[in-house]
Each structure stands twice: as structure tokens, then as C-alpha cells.
Nanobody, 123 residues
Framework: QVQLVESGGGLVQAGGSLRLSCAASGRTFSSYDMGWFRQAPGKEREFVARNRAGSTTYYADSVKGRFAISRDNAKNTVYLQMNSLKPDDTAVYYC?????????????????WGQGTQVTVSS
């Protein structure tokens, strides 16, 4: 069992940056696959980025080159650095956790979720 708490959302102008944080409880954080997803009003939850336990990262094409996922296992925290933000990035952003090798780009493979943090990008 792991509990996740996101922070760092807010209102930013187009072209600006934000860094989201997701703090996790539990002593085995380093063995979890971590993902970031987002959901805009009236749309399905979509994949943003994924960090396999301790190694490979994956990104949605829409954020590649602008967003970066990273983790600090000593702090039980995963981050999402978002640069060159666009109005289309406006959504509630969620972090999610899955046991090692069980996470993917499909949100249904993640059993643990944070409460979400709102990101609004104005034009």
C-alpha cells in the first residue's frame, strides 16, 4: 500500500514552467513504477510520463522535449518538470504508482493514485 500526495500546481502563462511533486508514503518507494497522468474537463485521463523503478523514462508525444519526470528515492518523491507550457496542458495532474514492471502508459495498470493538482495555463 502506498499513499501519494501531489503539490506544485497553479496558474501560469503560456511559455512558463511549473514543477509538480508527488510525495509517497511507504518504505519501498524505489521499487514502484511511477507515472504522471492528466485529465482535462470532458476528456479521458491521459498518460503524460512514466518512470520505471530506477531506470527508463517514457513520455507522451505531446509533452516530449518539454516535460521531464524524475525521482528522488531518498525523499520518496517523484517530480514532473514542465517547461514551455501551453494552454492545451491545462488539466488536473495526477501521480500514480504501480508495482515494479506493472506500470505502463495505461492508467488502468496503476492501483495507487494521488488526489490531483490543478494546472492552468493562460494564453
Amino acid at each position: 500500500q502506498v499513499q501519494l500526495v501531489e503539490s506544485g500546481g497553479g496558474l501560469v502563462q503560456a511559455g512558463g514552467s511549473l514543477r509538480l511533486s508527488c510525495a509517497a508514503s511507504g518504505r519501498t518507494f524505489s521499487s514502484y513504477d511511477m507515472g504522471w497522468f492528466r485529465q482535462a474537463p470532458g476528456k479521458e485521463r491521459e498518460f503524460v510520463a512514466r518512470n520505471r523503478a530506477g531506470s527508463t523514462t517514457y513520455y507522451a508525444d505531446s509533452v516530449k522535449g518539454r516535460f521531464a519526470i524524475s525521482r528522488d528515492n531518498a525523499k520518496n518523491t517523484v517530480y514532473l518538470q514542465m517547461n514551455s507550457l501551453k494552454p492545451d496542458d491545462t488539466a488536473v495532474y495526477y501521480c500514480a504508482a504501480a508495482a515494479i514492471n506493472y506500470g505502463s502508459t495505461d492508467y488502468r495498470t496503476y492501483p495507487y493514485w494521488g488526489q490531483g493538482t490543478q494546472v492552468t495555463v493562460s494564453s
